[in-house]
Structure formats: structure tokens, C-alpha cells
């Protein structure tokens, strides 16, 4: 049973700051790549950040210099630190981990992130 858990969601101003955890349980962590994804109201699903097994990461460019990813193996978690939030990082954000020699993808159920004044 693989399966994962976000928290760290909520309503900020433009400005403002918020961090994502994500929570794997289940499986051997170190195998997978994590990533975040986001969906806003009338777009398509997209990738935000993601950081590979053995610490590289990759990141929208509409994001970059702003929010940092990062994975801790011992705990089997995987952060996203956003700052400068903007009313355009509204959306819902998924935690994802892919497994892809397997070809195994799972998602997380979600968790809202909403910036407005």
C-alpha cells in the first residue's frame, strides 16, 4: 500500500508564505521522484517542482528564485517552500511520487492553496 499525504495548505496574502509537506508511507522512499503539481480554476494540471532521488530539482519557470523543493529519505517526506506568493499561485497543489523504472505513479488527494488580499 503506497500512499500520500500533503498538509501545510491555507489562505495568504500576495506576499506571503506557506509550506507544503508531503508524506510517503508504504514503499522505499529513496526510489522515487517527487514532485509537486498544481491545478488552477480553468487550467490544466502542471508541474511545479520536483526533486529526483539523489537531490536534483526542477522547477517552473513562473516559480523559480520563489519556491524551493526538498526531500528528507529518513522520513520519507517531501517539502515545497514557497515565498512571494502571487494571486496566480492559486490552485490546488497534489504531491506526487513516480517510480519510474516500474512506471508506477501516486498522487496525493490535494490541498488548496488560495492568495488573495
Known amino acids: 500500500q503506497v500512499q500520500l499525504v500533503e498538509s501545510g495548505g491555507g489562505s495568504v496574502q500576495p506576499g506571503g508564505s506557506l509550506r507544503l509537506s508531503c508524506a510517503l508511507s508504504?514503499?522505499?522512499?529513496?526510489?522515487?521522484?517527487m514532485g509537486w503539481y498544481r491545478q488552477a480554476p480553468g487550467k490544466q494540471r502542471e508541474l511545479v517542482a520536483a526533486?529526483?532521488?539523489?537531490?536534483?530539482?526542477n522547477y517552473a519557470d513562473s516559480v523559480k528564485g520563489r519556491f524551493t523543493i526538498s526531500r528528507n529519505n529518513a522520513k520519507k517526506t517531501a517539502d515545497l517552500q514557497m515565498n512571494s506568493l502571487k494571486p496566480e499561485d492559486t490552485a490546488v497543489y497534489y504531491c506526487n511520487a513516480a517510480h519510474i523504472t516500474a512506471g508506477y505513479v501516486y498522487w496525493g488527494q490535494g490541498t488548496q492553496v488560495t492568495v488573495s488580499s
Open positions: 526533486v529526483t532521488p539523489s537531490g536534483s530539482t
Open positions: 508504504g514503499s522505499v522512499f529513496p526510489i522515487y521522484q
